[in-house]
Structure formats: C-alpha cells, structure tokens
C-alpha cells in the first residue's frame, strides 16, 4: 500500500509528522535520509510548524544550567522533560562543554524556531593577538535533535567596550542569523572623542553562508546605549530595551526606547514608548522590561516596593500601546519572564529563601507555583517549538570566520 502512494504525497505528509518520527525515518532508505536531511526540507518543515505548543524553562545558575520543556496544555505543569547539565546529562552536545560557565561571560541570548543560542564572552578557543582583544562563542543548540553548532564571535574586549547579541531565524528563509553590536560605554573615564576606532561596530552571521557581514543600511543611532536585559524575538523581528539622551533646556536628560532588528531585511529601527513609559528609567525601585505575549510585543513597568512589587502590562497593537492590566506581586523582586500561550504571565518570585515560578491568572488573581530554582540564579521562559534546524550541519562543528 505504501509503495503505491506517490513520493510527492509522501512528502507532504512527512511535513506533518513530529521531529521524534523523521528522524526513524532517515533510517528506512539513503533516498529518505538524503530528503529529510536536505536544507530545503528543514526549512519548509520549519516554516509549517504551528503556533508553539510547549514552554521552554532556562535556569542559569552559578556552574550549571537547567532546561525543561513543559507541554503548554491541560497537562502544565506535570508533564515535563528536562535536561540538567552537560556534566550529568548525555542529552547535551558534548560541544557545550566548551562554555564558561561564569556569570561573568556566560549568557543567555534567546530562543527561536526551537533553537537555543548561548554566548560565552571570554572564550579561550577564539582567542587571537592584539592588546585586550578576544573573541567569545556563541553555540546554536537544537534541543530536539540534540544538536549543537559553535560560532566564534569578534570581540573588542571589555574596558570601554560593550558587546550585545541578538539571535532569531529569518522568517522568509528559515535561515539562524545572530546579530553583533559593539559600541562604546558611557563612562566619565573614557574619552570617546578620543577613541580612533568606530563606536558602533554591527556585524551579522547567517548560518546558511558560514560567515560575518556588515550590513549596510539603518544602522543605530551612535547615541544609543542597550540595557543588559536579554533580547525578544516576534514576528520575525529582533527586539532590544535601550537608551537615549535629549536636550532639554541645556540639560541632557536619558528616555527609554526599544530598537528592532528586521531579520529579512536586515534593518534596525525605533520603537517609541509612551511617555510615562519611556521617562521611567531602571532605579533601585523601578524597572522596565520587554517580552512578547504570542505575536505581540509587550512592556512590562514594575515598581518595586519594599513589600511588594506592581507592574503594569503594556502591548503593542498596530503601533500602540496599551495597557491590559496591573499585577501585584508580594516581593520585591517579582518579574515576568514570559507567558502561557492563554495569555497568562509567568513571574520570578523571591521568598528570600527560594526563587519560585508561577503563572499568574488574571481573573482569579491567582498564583500557581511549578518551577522552584537556586539562588543566585536566573529562569527565563520562552515559548518552544520542536524543529529539524541544524540537521543538516556536521557534529562538533565551529564556524571561525573572524
């Protein structure tokens, strides 16, 4: 019966089935191997995935980290699969054993399409001359697969500079693409007239060609100053918190912004924030932070009290923003760290003793705990869907192109 359905039809129904399923499949013929290993299928399965459907859950913790996919259905939270560290668990790619684990270097940078991307800012692989020069590594891991693929990322150091990353998948051709902005740090210290090199230093990688690039066109204003907060990615945009600086009355005063990065076309641009968004900077007791809510992206204003912390949520639509509602938290360290595909918030609470993550329900107020994790540490959250990218690419490979 099988040998009587066209290979065409075969095709279009292998599109359908789940990552577990194809890869047994690579193993009934070279014919099928060859089909479902090959860079034009990976890309057209990835691009007809459905709305993600699971949670993916990051712990970064002083010498480990924690992964744990939860299905997003009447299940969350009992079902889970979780990978511990690559020391303990034989499910890591033996490439992240090449990572620092210090918080110092060590960093998150995003999720997308399924693939994780880490950056270690100090990496002792990509070392090369030159005074306070380095190169770090960023490595691409395909959580379903268990596949990973190294980047060695130019580096101007540390001192007077800083180096933010963007990663996401380019939505026209399913290609990873991470996303390198160097610039010089405001300090009192440093005269930046007198620095001879560009301040803005903007640089992308596509996986597909192996290699760094300059774009060349809207780049960010020099002006510019990016928060440490990691990045989001919605629609086929990179999203990143940011700072600016005005004039008023001889005085210059500092605004919050978000700039975006068009993964097709590659050019940044300006989100503005509202006024009462955009003049509250990150103090001791208020702090601003970006996320998405499905295929929007959303604000999150915390004012942290003593006792307590409100934050108000924020979502853009159709270039406007506006306010869903406020949540209350009783800690001062509350922060959203993502949502449940219904629309609920996930918060970071702080006892004091532990780190909790629970899911808040906006009707009921209710707060439902499901992630406890250690102090110091950080849990992000990030919506997670099963993807054949990096099939394709060799085991233990390093993109080195400086």
């Known amino acids: ?29 070279k014919t099928w191997k060859s089909l479902i290993d090959s860079p034009d299928f990976v890309a057209r399965y990835t691009a007809l995935q459905p709305q993600p459907q699971h949670l993916l859950v990051a712990e970064l913790a002083l010498d480990k980290y924690v992964f744990a996919i939860f299905p997003d259905d009447d299940t969350f939270p009992q079902q889970k699969l979780t990978f511990t560290t690559q020391k303990d668990d034989s499910t890591f790619p033996r490439l992240l054993n090449c990572l620092n684990l210090t918080v110092r270097h060590y960093r998150l940078v995003g999720s997308s399409h399924g693939l994780v991307c880490l950056y270690d800012g100090d990496h002792p692989q990509g070392r090369r001359g030159g005074h306070g020069s380095v190169t770090g590594m960023a490595i691409l891991w395909n959580l379903s697969i268990r ?4 980047v060695i990322v130019p580096n101007l150091g540390e001192g007077m500079f800083w180096t933010v990353l963007g990663f996401g998948i380019c939505g026209e051709t399913m290609d990873p693409k991470i996303v390198k902005i160097t610039y010089i740090i405001d300090k009192e210290e440093i005269d930046v007239e007198s620095v001879s090199c560009i301040p803005w230093q903007v640089e992308v990688f596509t996986l597909s060609t192996g290699e760094w690039r300059i774009p060349y066109r809207n780049l960010p204003r ?30 210059y005063k500092s605004y919050s912004l978000i700039v975006s990065f068009d993964m097709t076309t590659e050019e940044f641009g300006e989100v503005n924030l509202p006024d009462n968004l955009a003049l509250v900077l990150h103090t001791t007791n208020h702090v601003l932070q970006i996320n998405k809510l499905r295929k929007t992206l959303v604000v999150i204003d915390q004012n942290q009290d003593v006792n307590e912390s409100v934050m108000g949520l924020w979502m853009r639509v159709d270039g406007v923003f506006t306010k869903l509602f406020n949540l209350k938290v ?3 360290h509350g922060l959203v760290w993502g949502f449940r595909k219904n629309g609920a918030p996930i918060v970071d609470t702080e006892d004091g003793f532990s780190r909790d993550l629970v899911v808040y329900e906006p009707s009921s107020k209710n707060m439902d705990g499901f992630w406890i994790h250690d102090i110091p540490s950080w849990a992000f959250v990030y919506p997670y869907v099963e993807t054949l990218l990096l099939l394709d690419q060799p085991d233990l490979m390093v993109y080195n192109d400086v």
């Not at 596949?147 to 190294?150: P, R």
């Not at 990016?226 to 008023?248: H, I, S």
């Open 1 to 29: 019966m099988l040998d009587q359905i066209p290979f065409e039809i075969k095709l279009e129904i292998m599109k359908t089935l789940p990552v577990k399923s194809l890869l047994q499949f690579r193993s009934v013929s």
């Open 147 to 150: 596949k990973a693929v190294g």
């Open 222 to 251: 020099k002006s510019i100053r990016f928060g440490y907060q990691p990045q989001v990615v919605v629609d086929g945009f990179l999203y990143w918190l940011a700072t600016d600086k005005f004039n008023e009355n001889g005085a």
């Open 330 to 332: 009783n800690t001062q």
